[in-house]
T-cell receptor, first 112, second 114 residues
């Protein structure tokens, strides 16, 4: 059974700090790995999608990496801001049919 | 642009009642999905529709039915609601179901079954 794990469940950092969020998955035969952001009471917003043939993707202050051999992905956020406070979820797609398996998320709080 | 619109936003049901959650997207996407989100469990796929006229079961389909009414709309029906179906339900869409396509989510329906 597919399992996606995100540790820690919650993280608080001071504004300006660089941080890394972790995502582990059990099966290295993935099609892609996606990172989402969820604000309280809202839906999910897609941040980055890393295809299985890629090692990383970047968007602004965000950088996501993928290591299939170790079953890990990381989301790096540079120079964190209070507006980055949200829950970050990773999800793996094993078949390419967008049937995503989600982790339970890391709730990030950036303290001004 | 509205994106993915879900109605209602909140609903309280009694055990055994039925209801339909509505979802519509205005991005001309081919694929649509229904997920549920429970505390400590992450999002789980209930049903999906890869294209108009097709539907398939996801990880947790029991107790639900879906209808892909047309390309824009994908509804989720609870025929006889149970307390275990208390959850937040999200509809999502993507341009296609194959390839590396990003998903776009609605803002969710919070359902409580008493």
């Amino acid at each position: 059974k597919q399992e996606v794990t995100q540790i820690p469940a919650a993280l608080s950092v001071p504004e300006g700090e660089n941080l890394v969020l972790n995502c582990s998955f059990t099966d290295s035969a993935i099609y892609n790995l996606q990172w989402f952001r969820q604000d309280p009471g809202k839906g999910l917003t897609s941040l980055l999608l890393i295809q299985s043939s890629q090692r990383e993707q970047t968007s602004g202050r965000l950088n996501a990496s993928l290591d299939k051999s170790s079953g890990r992905s990381t989301l790096y956020i540079a120079a964190s801001q209070p507006g980055d406070s949200a829950t970050y979820l990773c999800a793996e797609d094993q078949t390419g049919a967008n049937n995503l398996f989600f982790g339970t998320g890391t709730r990030l709080t950036v303290i001004p | 642009n509205a994106g993915v619109t879900q109605t209602p936003k909140f609903q309280v049901l009694k055990t055994g009642q039925s209801m339909t959650l509505q979802c519509a997207q205005d991005m001309n996407h081919n694929s649509m999905y229904w997920y549920r989100q429970d505390p400590g469990m992450g999002l789980r796929l209930i049903y999906y529709s890869a294209s108009e006229g097709t539907t398939d079961k996801g990880e947790v389909p029991n107790g639900y039915n879906v209808s892909r009414l047309n390309k824009r709309e994908f509804s989720l029906r609870l025929e006889s609601a149970a307390p275990s179906q208390t959850s937040v339900y999200f509809c999502a869409s993507s341009e296609a179901s194959q390839g590396n396509e990003k998903l776009f989510f609605g803002s969710g329906t919070q359902l409580s079954v008493l």
